[in-house]
Antibody, heavy 123, light 106 residues
């Protein structure tokens, strides 16, 4: 079964840090780019960033709203992607999803989604 | 950075056709995808590469793009189609979602 499972969410104070994990199974993780998307309560989806595969030099890209504060990494030996979040702000409060694609969508449309993990930034 | 514009809401009666549009300059050069999201659930891919229906998605769902506007069309709308719909597009380094359209089936 193709699956993504996020973990690591929780409550953190403004200015603090948190690291999310995304465990993958059922597809060729090492060959796939991994993306993170977030959604504040009652709001729309926001693309956060992505990391490409080893074949593409693990290249990363980020939304302007998180660039310089968030870092995406991956461990292909563990089939896991990570989102390191530093200097957190209250506006980073959201459900964070990891997402990727299978061979069904060669253009890279996101056909695999995790269930999401909640991050709350509050004092 | 890119922007994609969607109307916040669309309402239709069961059996009618719903058209949800998404506009932005990025659509002139890149594919668009459409995602359906129901309350408390993760998004699900409905249409990819402008007009390709994802496996398992009913034929009632179709997509098209003309110029800088992409359109998700839902024919013979059912109550179960009530959800938020988001378009997505971008290049290799920058992806953007539209603001989302809430489809209400009256």
């Amino acid at each position: 079964e193709v699956q993504l499972v996020e973990s690591g969410g929780g409550l953190v104070q403004p200015g603090g840090s948190l690291k999310l994990s995304c465990a993958a199974s059922g597809f060729t993780f090492s060959g796939s780019a991994m993306h993170w998307v977030r959604q504040a309560s009652g709001k729309g989806l926001e693309w956060v960033g992505r990391i490409r595969s080893k074949a593409n030099s693990y290249a990363t890209a980020y939304a302007a709203s998180v660039k310089g504060r968030f870092t995406i990494s991956r461990d292909d030996s563990k089939n896991t992607a990570y989102l390191q979040m530093n200097s957190l702000k209250t506006e980073d409060t959201a459900v964070y999803y990891c997402t990727s694609f299978t061979v069904v969508t060669p253009s890279g449309a996101f056909d695999i989604w995790g269930q999401g993990t909640m991050v709350t930034v509050s004092s | 950075s890119y922007e994609l514009t969607q109307l916040p809401s669309v309402s239709v009666s069961p059996g009618q056709t719903a058209r949800i549009t998404c506009s932005g300059d990025v659509l002139g050069e890149n594919y668009a995808d459409w995602y359906q999201q129901k309350p408390g659930q993760a998004p699900e891919l409905v249409i990819y590469e402008d007009s390709e229906r994802y496996p398992g998605i009913p034929e009632r769902f179709s997509g098209s793009t003309s110029g800088n506007t992409t359109t998700l069309t839902i024919s013979r709308v059912l109550t179960e189609d009530e959800a938020d719909y988001y378009c997505l597009s971008g290049d290799e380094d920058n992806w953007v979602f539209g603001g989302g359209t809430k489809l209400t089936v009256l």
